[in-house]
């Protein structure tokens, strides 16, 4: 079976290049801007045909939040108008999407109960609203799709929350960062494990639908920064919660953000670990690098 992998130099598509290198039972086929226009319907056609290819993991995506009000055409382009056009070809080829989505779908969204995939959604600001229209592209399409929504995503690769903590209290004697946000940090090689094992193990076929996944657990920003630090050991900087409200934003983020994987847990049988855990394997490969 053939298998592109579009956004392939990002940080989820890096780490599904490293699980694909350990050994898989498909080709795998990794594309970036660079080499292949997702929001163009010509090339993607074109390049799905060319690659003979039975499926596609979607891991491309506008994902500055900030930046995204600023920008709102080109977000809507890479995040809404390319998965319906990936979609299409796959619908028109017979053969399967899996689709990376957000939690930022349910942005505004109140009370502290886990979300699970049959939450009304309510997006705020352009990067939450052009995912869910995203989603809704790859629905109306008809394509068979497995839609996966994650949350707090890093790794070793590019620009991440953890990364740069690492930078920050290595280089600064005190840091401020919020406390009134909670979510679950999901390290991106899990993410790439669960859906290379989805894939390896023929588990899509009559179970395509929306399924969140992140690691286990909760936390804050502001704990998640304090995690960094200890298995870092940069100790020498003073790591102080603060509310939201005292970094101006142009966007709304989600106050609680924790995802239910009680849906993904049972059809596909997986097991998460504790973002703890997968944190101090991160960085652990980033000192040896």
């Known amino acids: 079976m053939n298998i592109l992998v579009t956004g392939a130099n990002g940080q989820l598509g ?32 074109q390049a799905l045909d060319d690659l003979a290819a039975d499926m596609v993991i979607n891991c491309a995506a506008y994902t500055d939040v900030e930046k995204a009000e600023d920008e709102a055409e ?48 309510n997006p705020t600001g352009v990067y939450g609203a052009t995912k869910l229209a995203g989603e809704e592209a790859v629905a109306l399409s008809g394509v068979k799709a497995i839609v996966i929504r994650t949350a707090w995503l890093y790794s070793e690769y590019g620009r991440n929350f953890v990364k740069t903590m690492l930078k920050l209290t290595a280089e600064r004697p005190e840091l401020n960062v919020v406390f009134d946000q909670a979510g679950t940090p999901t390290y991106a090689r899990d993410l790439a494990d669960a859906i290379v094992s989805i894939v390896d193990r023929r588990l899509y076929e009559g179970n395509e639908g929306i399924y969140h996944y992140s690691d286990e657990g909760v936390t804050s920003w502001y704990d998640f920064a304090c995690a960094i630090a200890s298995f870092a050991g940069h100790d020498n900087c003073d790591i102080r ?42 960085i652990e490969k980033l000192k040896k690098s």
Not at 95 to 106: A, C, E, K, M, Q
Not at 111 to 119: C, V
Not at 255 to 282: E, N
């Open 241 to 282: 919660p603060c509310h939201s409200d005292e970094f101006p934003s142009k966007v709304v983020r989600p106050a609680y953000s924790v995802l239910d994987k009680s849906k993904i847990k049972k059809v596909f049988g997986l097991q998460i670990p504790h973002w703890a855990v997968s944190l101090a394997a991160c």
């Open 74 to 121: 080109k977000a809507g382009l890479i995040n809404a108008t390319a998965p319906g056009y990936l979609a299409s070809a796959m619908k028109a080829r017979g053969g399967l999407l899996i689709h990376v989505s957000t939690d930022y779908v349910f942005g505004g969204n109140t009370g502290n109960t886990p979300r699970d995939e049959t939450e009304p959604v």
């Open 14 to 45: 890096r780490c599904i290049r490293d699980r694909v290198a350990e050994g898989v039972k498909d080709t795998y086929i990794f594309t970036d801007v660079a080499v292949l226009d997702i929001t163009s319907r010509e090339a993607v056609e």
